[in-house]
């Protein structure tokens, strides 16, 4: 399956910003997808993940109730709608699959990436 993530930006502090991440070449609904990011000079981060068949979500400990992750599975593609944005989520934000499994945080035990979308926060 092939991954594209979009819908990065340049927003100020207390934005809204909704990425996409539109998947091709295979049924997305099998698929457990994860967001992550990762900001010059630091880790991978789990930002969250939704599980494959139902739509049971997970999210890191920074979210707080920020970020939520949906699908459309008729238009195989997974959300990630962020809120109340702060400068420190400034980051590339990358999305990722795993067949047929429950949301994990590990981005090693993801199979596909998509390309990366830049968020970048204002202050």
């Known amino acids: 399956v092939q991954l594209q993530a979009s819908g990065g930006g340049v927003v100020q502090a207390g934005a809204s910003l909704r990425l996409s991440c539109v998947a091709s070449?295979?049924?997305?609904?099998?698929?457990?997808v994860g967001w992550f990011r990762q900001a010059p000079g630091k880790e991978r981060e789990f930002v969250g993940g939704i599980r494959w068949s139902v739509d049971i979500t997970r999210y890191g400990d920074f979210v707080k109730g920020r970020f939520t992750i949906s699908r459309d599975n008729a238009k195989n593609t997974v959300y990630l709608q962020m809120n109340s944005l702060k400068p420190e989520d400034t980051a590339v934000y990358y999305c990722?699959?795993?067949?047929?499994?429950?949301?994990?945080?590990?981005?090693?035990?993801?199979?596909?990436w998509g390309q990366g979308t830049q968020v970048t926060v204002s202050s």
């Open positions: 070449g295979g049924t997305f609904s099998s698929y457990a």
């Open positions: 990722a699959a795993k067949y047929k499994v429950i949301v994990t945080t590990t981005a090693n035990n993801y199979d596909y």
